[in-house]
C-alpha cells in the first residue's frame, strides 16, 4: 500500500474543515460525508455564508446610480468584489474584470463578440478556430456554433495515450488563417495541466487571440493572467468557495474597448435615443441588466478566503495528496487511470475506471458509503470518445480533502469490486 503522505506543515485541514459547516454532515444516516466531487463544485466556508446573509440583511439595494445609503454601500461591496478578483488574479485594471453567470457564459461572450467584431477580430469565413480534445463542452459548444454560424473551420490539438495534449504538428494547426485559440489551462476530466506557453507564443507568431479556461486552474493554483499572455481568461466562482450565478471574464483593455457587447440592455449604455444607443466603458459594456451582486460579494469573500491561505500552499498541499491517491488507486486491481498516471503537471482530479463495472454502478455503491463523486463524462465526451470508454468515475480533492478521504475513496473501491465480483 501506499505511504499516506506527510502533509503536516502544508494546510492545517483540521482547522479548515471547522469552517466548511456540510463536512460535518452524516449522510444515509450514519456515514460521514466524504466529498470528492470539487472538480464539479466546492463547498462553501463560514466566511463567504456569512457574507452572503449580511449582504441581504443590512446592504440589499440595486447597484450604480442610486443616491440612497443602501444602493451606495451595495455598489461599493459589488465594486470590492471587483477589485479583490483583479488583484487575486493579477489584472493590469479592474475595468479588465468582467462579471457573468459562470465560465460557460465568458466563454460564450468571447464567442460571440468575436462573430460580431470588425476586422482585424471577426473571425468568418476562411478563418480557422482552434481547440482541443480535451475541453470542456463549455469550451467546445461555442465554438461549433460561431463556426456554424460564419462558415469559419473548426480545427483541435489531439490527445497522446497519457492524457496530453499533442503538439506535433502544432505549425500546421495553428496557422495564418488562425483567428481565436482556446483551451483549458487544467482539464476537469484528467487534470492535466496544458503547456500553454508555447501555444501562446505559436498563436502570437501569426497574431490569433488565445482564450483561457481556468475554471479548473483559479481555485487551486496562483493565476497570473499577466503571466499567462492570453488575451481573454474565463473562469466561475463556485468551484473557488463562492456562490453558484458568478463567473469571471478577464479580457485585455484595448480589445474589451474595440469589441462589441454582447447583450443589450440597462447599466451597459452610455446614452440612448430612439435611433440609436453608444455604450459604456468596459466593463459595464459587457453587463447588461442587473448584475450577480450578492454572488459578487460572496465571490470577494472567498477570495479573501484563498487568499488569507496562500494559493501556493494550496497547490503544494494537493499535488502531495494527488501523489498519494495516484499510488492508492494504481494499487487497485482492474483499475484504469483516464489521463497522466502519474501527479507531475496534473491537478487534484482523477478519473478512472474499475475493470468493466458500469461509473454510475461505481458511484451510487461508493454514496451508500458516504462517498461523494462525479460519474459520467463530466461534459467532456470527447474525451470519453478518445479513450473508448462511456463513461468514468472521478474523484476530485480541495484544500479541505485529507488523506483519510482518500483512503475511504480507495477502501470504498475496494467494496465495490466484491460488491460485482
Known amino acids: 500500500m501506499t505511504a499516506s503522505p506527510q502533509l503536516s506543515g502544508l494546510l492545517d485541514t483540521d482547522a479548515i474543515r471547522k469552517d ?29 455564508l456569512d457574507a452572503l446573509s449580511g449582504y441581504y440583511e443590512r446592504h440589499n439595494a440595486n447597484v450604480h446610480r442610486g443616491v440612497h445609503v443602501l444602493a451606495e ?20 485594471s479592474r475595468d479588465e ?7 460557460s457564459e465568458s466563454l460564450n461572450l468571447v464567442a460571440n463578440m468575436l462573430g460580431w467584431a470588425d476586422e482585424p477580430y471577426r473571425v468568418e469565413r476562411d478563418t480557422e478556430i482552434v481547440i482541443t480534445e480535451m475541453e470542456h463542452h463549455s469550451n467546445i459548444v461555442p465554438w461549433q456554433l460561431l463556426s456554424q454560424r460564419t462558415g469559419a473551420k473548426l480545427k483541435w490539438f489531439g490527445l497522446t495515450d497519457d492524457g496530453r495534449l499533442d503538439l506535433t504538428g502544432t505549425e500546421q494547426l495553428i496557422t495564418e488563417k488562425t483567428k481565436v485559440v482556446s483551451l483549458t ?7 492535466t495541466f496544458n503547456p500553454i506557453e508555447s501555444i501562446v507564443r505559436r498563436a502570437q507568431e501569426v ?11 483559479a481555485p487551486h493554483m496562483a493565476l497570473d493572467v499577466q503571466a499567462l499572455q492570453a488575451d481573454f481568461v474565463a473562469f466561475t466562482g463556485h ?16 480589445l474589451l474597448n474595440d469589441l462589441p457587447p454582447f447583450l443589450g440592455g440597462g447599466e451597459m449604455i452610455e446614452t440612448v435615443t430612439m435611433n440609436s444607443s453608444t455604450y459604456a466603458p468596459a466593463p459595464h459594456k459587457f453587463e447588461a441588466g442587473t448584475p450577480p451582486i450578492a454572488q459578487a460579494v460572496g465571490l470577494g469573500a472567498a477570495v479573501d478566503y484563498l487568499t488569507a491561505i496562500g494559493m501556493d500552499r494550496i497547490q503544494e ?67 470519453c470518445l478518445r479513450y473508448g470508454i462511456p463513461a468514468t468515475t472521478r474523484a476530485s480533492f480541495y484544500l479541505y480533502s485529507t488523506p483519510a478521504e482518500v483512503d475511504a475513496l480507495a477502501d470504498g473501491l475496494e467494496h465495490v469490486r466484491n460488491f460485482f465480483a
Open 317 to 383: 498541499h494537493e499535488h502531495a495528496l494527488t501523489e498519494y491517491a495516484v499510488g492508492r488507486l494504481q494499487d487497485i486491481p482492474g483499475l484504469r487511470i483516464i489521463g497522466p498516471p502519474t501527479a507531475e503537471d496534473r491537478g487534484a482530479t482523477i478519473s478512472f475506471t474499475l475493470g468493466d463495472i458500469h461509473p454510475h454502478d461505481v458511484g451510487q455503491v461508493l454514496d451508500e458509503q458516504g462517498v461523494a463523486v462525479r460519474v459520467g463524462h463530466h461534459c467532456a465526451r470527447p474525451v
Open 73 to 92: 454601500e451595495a455598489t461599493a461591496l459589488y465594486e470590492g468584489a471587483r477589485d479583490k478578483v483583479a488583484a487575486f488574479i493579477n489584472a493590469p
Open 207 to 217: 497574431g490569433a487571440l488565445v482564450v483561457i479556461d481556468a475554471s479548473q486552474a
Open 239 to 254: 468551484k473557488m468557495c463562492g456562490p453558484t450565478g458568478i463567473g469571471v471574464l478577464w479580457g485585455r483593455q484595448e
Open 185 to 191: 489551462l487544467v482539464s476537469n476530466i484528467m487534470g
Open 20 to 48: 466548511f459547516p456540510i463536512l460535518d454532515r452524516l449522510v444515509h444516516e450514519e456515514h460521514k460525508l466524504v466529498y470528492l466531487d470539487n472538480a464539479a463544485t466546492s463547498q462553501k466556508p463560514t466566511q463567504v
Open 97 to 103: 474584470v468582467i462579471f457573468t453567470k459562470n465560465a
